[in-house]
């Protein structure tokens, strides 16, 4: 199994630009998020899903937007970039909550310029 | 609202000794996860804790967690230097869907 894999590992935006992280996982888990870690913090959860065609704000998810519409994938896309964004982005899942750890992908590091 | 709250944030500490991570949280969780993050990489899963009294232990870490204390430990026995890493709790509200909220982080730094 590959895990939780992400793409691209790094990528550079300029201001007003859009993109989409790429997150994939292979273990069948109904539960995925994307959390952000800024340098020196703890991790923000920006939304999460429960299984494909359910999406849940998080945190912080003002500036993002997400879809699940198979089990394995939870795209995150960031439509018009701003500095605030620059971070790095993990996306993890879970077989569900309770005594199910998350298991993470190994981080986007974006930055917007 | 759910918070987590870990401290000390950062810590250096010698070689042999013993030390402890405190994680307090605000509001009723049966759920607490502890993982390790080494810079620039990926979070690892070191203990997921479901129970009041819950006590697991993973080497030289062992972590325990009071839920009407609202209180998870790490303890560190004899830290050793690949033990240097950020640690993170997190902590997942009552309700099977909650949101899991993770604390800042405890840098650790073990001096050879």
């Known amino acids: 199994n590959a895990g939780v894999t992400q793409t691209p590992k790094f990528r550079i935006l300029k201001i007003g630009q859009s993109m989409t992280l790429q997150c994939t996982q292979d273990?069948?888990?109904?539960?995925m998020y994307w959390y952000r870690q800024d340098p020196g913090m703890g991790l923000k959860l920006i939304y999460y899903?429960?299984?494909?065609?359910?999406?849940d704000k998080g945190e912080v998810p003002n500036g993002y937007n997400v879809s699940r519409s198979t089990t394995e994938d939870f795209p995150l896309r960031l439509e018009l970039a701003a500095p605030s964004q620059t971070s790095v982005y993990f996306c993890?899942?879970?077989?569900?909550?309770?005594?199910?750890?998350?298991?993470f992908g190994p981080g986007t590091r974006l930055t917007v310029t | 609202e759910l918070k987590v709250e870990q401290n000390p944030l950062f810590l250096s500490m010698q070689e042999g000794k013993n030390y402890t991570i405190y994680c307090n949280y605000s509001?009723?969780?049966?759920?607490l996860y502890w993982y390790r993050q080494d810079p620039g990489k990926s979070l690892e899963s070191l203990f997921v804790?479901?129970?009041?009294?819950a006590v697991k232990q993973e080497g030289r870490l062992m972590a325990s967690l009071d839920t009407k204390a609202r209180l998870s430990t790490l303890h560190i026995t004899a830290a050793v230097h690949d033990l240097s890493a950020t640690y993170f709790c997190?902590?997942?509200?009552?309700?099977?869907?909650?949101?899991?909220?993770f604390g800042k982080g405890t840098r650790l730094h073990i001096l050879p």
């Open positions: 993890a899942s879970s077989r569900r909550q309770g005594p199910y750890e998350q298991y």
């Open positions: 273990m069948n888990h109904n539960y």
């Open positions: 899903s429960v299984g494909a065609g359910i999406t």
């Open positions: 509001t009723t969780s049966d759920r």
């Open positions: 804790l479901l129970s009041n009294g």
């Open positions: 997190a902590v997942a509200g009552m309700n099977r869907d909650d949101k899991i909220i």
